[in-house]
């Protein structure tokens, strides 16, 4: 009945993303079911392959896509919260 969007600014993203995904790379971490991050994936200028490429080119694409959602009446019923920084989002997943 809510949809929670993280509505961050595109440098805070990358901000996140790049130091994430290379500790991820460089231990091994397991993601899912075995996926982990690889080195060449790193390098791959195929975006759907290369995550840090993915969200650089799709964060305003996927912004809009949630902006247009917002104004869907297929949507209507939800609840929307939307959080335009993680300090806005620890402040309120502390409330609840």
């Known amino acids: 009945t809510?949809?929670?969007w993280l509505d961050y600014p595109?440098?805070?993203v990358m901000r996140q993303l790049v130091p994430r995904t290379l500790r991820r790379v460089a231990t091994g971490e397991e993601l899912w079911n075995g996926n982990r991050e690889r080195?060449?994936?790193l390098f791959?200028?195929?975006p759907e392959e290369n995550v840090l490429l993915w969200s650089w080119t799709?964060?305003?694409l996927q912004r809009d896509r949630y902006l247009t959602a917002q104004d869907d009446p297929?949507?209507?019923?939800l609840d929307w919260v939307i959080h335009h920084?993680?300090?806005e989002t620890e402040t309120?997943?502390?409330s609840l």
């Open 2 to 4: 809510t949809i929670v």
């Open 10 to 12: 595109r440098s805070t």
């Open 39 to 41: 080195w060449r994936n």
């Open 44 to 46: 791959d200028t195929r």
């Open 58 to 60: 799709r964060h305003d």
């Open 74 to 77: 297929q949507w209507a019923h």
């Open 85 to 87: 920084s993680p300090d």
């Open 92 to 94: 309120w997943l502390n």
